[in-house]
Nanobody
Framework: VQLQASGGGLVQAGGSLRLSCAAS????????VAWFRQAPGKEREFVIA????????YLADSVKGRFTISRDNAKNTVHLQMDSLKPEDTAVYYC????????????????????WGQGTQVTVSS
């Protein structure tokens, strides 16, 4: 599975961006998907995820009410919609896929995921 992340850029605080993660390879490769982000000097942190067979979307507290995730099965692509962006959202954003459904304790853990995209930079100016 290869993942290609895109859609990053520079936006003012309060603005929106939509990131995309396109998968090649297996058509079911986007069953368990997460986005993580990493700011300079900080560890990679969980942002949002969904998993196969589960209607819930899992979000970090810092993005609740502002970010959402969706999947376009026809294009084998997952989108991360980011609204009401804040300067603290500035980071490189990575999409990740896990081959098997992660447990609830693993869905927010970067080490649980098998495949990673190359990252896309999001910069939010104040």
């Amino acid at each position: 599975v290869q993942l290609q992340a895109s859609g990053g850029g520079l936006v003012q605080a309060g603005g929106s961006l939509r990131l995309s993660c396109a998968a090649s390879g297996r058509t079911d490769s986007l069953a368990n998907v997460a986005w993580f982000r990493q700011a300079p000097g900080k560890e990679r942190e969980f942002v949002i995820a969904f998993r196969w067979g589960d209607s819930n979307i899992y979000l970090a507290d810092s993005v609740k009410g502002r970010f959402t995730i969706s999947r376009d099965n026809a294009k084998n692509t997952v989108h991360l919609q980011m609204d009401s962006l804040k300067p603290e959202d500035t980071a490189v954003y990575y999409c990740a896929v896990k081959s098997n459904r992660p447990s609830l304790s693993a869905v927010r853990v970067a080490g649980s995921y098998d495949y990673w995209g190359q990252g896309t930079q999001v910069t939010v100016s104040s």
